[in-house]
């Protein structure tokens, strides 16, 4: 790459954050909603509408106006929506709920990323709210941080579930654990996606979790066929199971943790068991991953302090080391995804010999 080409990369950093916001601030104001409902606004229509300054609402359009995202005439001076306008709901709905994820969880943490990196700790998180800890902690504590990951986190868990249950195999008849099951909605899906029979599912992790689990499995009409067991994997995981499933967990943490729980799974399986492993992983090739372009500083500036997605290869390496053997190892079809995707999720199957 030349000097030249170098320089104009480091402007795309440069603007990030501002093009970022500029366009949400665009959502957030109601611009987009009041140009849907009246296309041709002029900047004085839309500022009466959404209760801004004319002129600071044009400085705001001129972002989305150069990127297409929104026409404007320069003859009457309205505005319309353009490429916007081409978005279905469902599309618009996923990326919003994202960048608002973004915003509330991330963008404001990162600004302490170095210093994170530094201490071990979620320093954006101790300076903004005054708590020490990590996210999934403070989402407990701090409601906007929990509204906002718990709206991304039902939408993403709905399209995964499906693709992930279908590229898993669950016997008939297993009793199965769900390992950080959060509130029960994978046990649930476990036993509605499998098209396995005869199936019992208990949901491990932390015990203030019961009684939202119980809740939904009572509501979700499994009760019989759930349990919820409150722990902690780092020091106990009950065992004679015959599946276990650790989804949106093991990447969470650095290798040392992570082959910890690795030990504790193989633990809890019953010879012969299986672990299926759901993930956000890196493409080998890493010029090619979306994944890479967040989820570092994400895991290390405002989430934990640790861990972050991994290769294929690494998570079988590590597979490995804990004594399984790896049976499957597939991720999704690039081809496939939202072009907005950020993560690329990877399936790994292992068995514990017999």
Known sequence: MSAEATLARFREYMVGPARFMNLLSCFELGVVDALRAEPGLTAAGLGAAVGAKPDAIEQLLFLPVKEGFIGHDPATGGYRLAALAELTDLDLRRVLEFMDKIKVTTLRQLFWLTESVQTGTVVGLRELYGFDGDLYAAMGVHAELRESWSRLMDTVTERIDPWFF????????????????????????????????????????????????????????????????????????????????????????????????????????????QVHILVPVYTEDLTQSRTVDYYPAFFLGAAIAQGGPQKMSTFSAWLAECGFTVTKAITQDLAELPPDALPLHGILTAAKPA
């Open 166 to 273: 279908q590229n898993i195999d669950v016997p008939s008849g297993s009793r199965v654990l769900d390992l950080a099951g959060n509130t029960g909605l994978g046990a649930v899906h476990t036993l509605t996606l499998t098209g396995a029979t005869g199936l019992h599912v208990t949901t491990f992790d932390l015990p203030d979790k019961e009684a939202e689990c119980l809740k939904n499995f009572r509501e979700a009409g499994v009760a019989e066929q759930t349990a919820f067991v409150g722990g902690d994997v780092f020091v106990s995981v009950p065992t004679g199971f015959d599946v276990v499933l650790v989804k949106h967990f093991l990447n969470m943490f650095d290798k040392s943790e992570a082959v910890k729980i690795l030990q504790a799974v193989h633990a809890a399986l019953k010879p012969g068991g």
